[in-house]
T-cell receptor, first 109, second 113 residues
């Protein structure tokens, strides 16, 4: 089983749509969970940390399911500017932050 | 604007050249990272420095040589690279370890001819 599995997409959605991505991880010792956004030819930028209780930041909601070993990202009311690649990341005491393959989101006008 | 600064932004080098990539952060972070990213792939971890000591080398070929002169600086020395080493090289830092969020520099786009 791969360390991290993420649907590469692309997800093509109309403006205003709600879209959700999942990311599964195999290392049960993972302690920290993140969603990063990466625009074409740019560096990854932290979108959200993911907490056990779930967390929300405006139109973005992140969830963690430790039992099933996955995290999710929900984007409501999609904007054109949300078009990007979304990378999940998992870290722990080994000092490794491992990324998923990324999910490409294209929001259409 | 990123608080991790990488230079140069672009680099073209021949297979016999020696060059260095530089990274600087002034956030007081004690962990610094080099990642390599090929097009349409996720960043792949290369090296981790923790408190200025190399803590992880992900079996990177010796033609890549990292150096951490002090807690704010991270270098990547390149020698005798191959064309397949062409990629975006990203530097990142975190407060003390990867269980914390990473801040990335804007990267060096490297082309090896």
């Amino acid at each position: 089983r791969k360390e991290v599995e993420q649907d590469p997409g692309p997800f093509n959605v109309p403006e205003g749509a709600t879209v959700a991505f999942n990311c599964t991880y195999s290392n049960s010792a993972s302690q920290s969970f993140f969603w990063y956004r990466q625009d074409c030819r740019k560096e990854p930028k932290l979108l959200m940390s993911v907490y056990s209780s779930g967390n929300e930041d405006g139109r973005f909601t992140a969830q963690l399911n430790r039992a099933s070993q996955y995290i999710s990202l929900l984007i409501r009311d999609s904007k054109l500017s949300d078009s990007a690649t979304y990378l999940c990341g998992f870290g722990g005491a080994t000092n490794k932050l491992i990324f998923g393959t990324g999910t490409l989101l294209a929001v259409q006008p | 604007d990123t608080e991790v600064t990488q230079t140069p932004k672009h680099l073209v080098m021949g297979m016999t050249n020696k060059k260095s990539l530089k990274c600087e952060q002034h956030m007081g972070h004690r962990a610094m990272y080099w990642y390599k990213q090929k097009a349409k792939k996720p960043p792949e971890l290369m090296f981790v420095y923790s408190y200025e000591k190399l803590s992880i080398n992900e079996s990177v070929p010796s033609r890549f040589s990292p150096e951490c002169p002090n807690s704010s600086l991270l270098n990547l020395h390149l020698h005798a690279l191959q064309p397949e080493d062409s990629a975006l090289y990203l530097c990142a830092s975190s407060q003390t370890g990867s269980y914390e969020k990473l801040f990335f520099g804007s990267g060096t786009q490297l082309s090896v001819l």
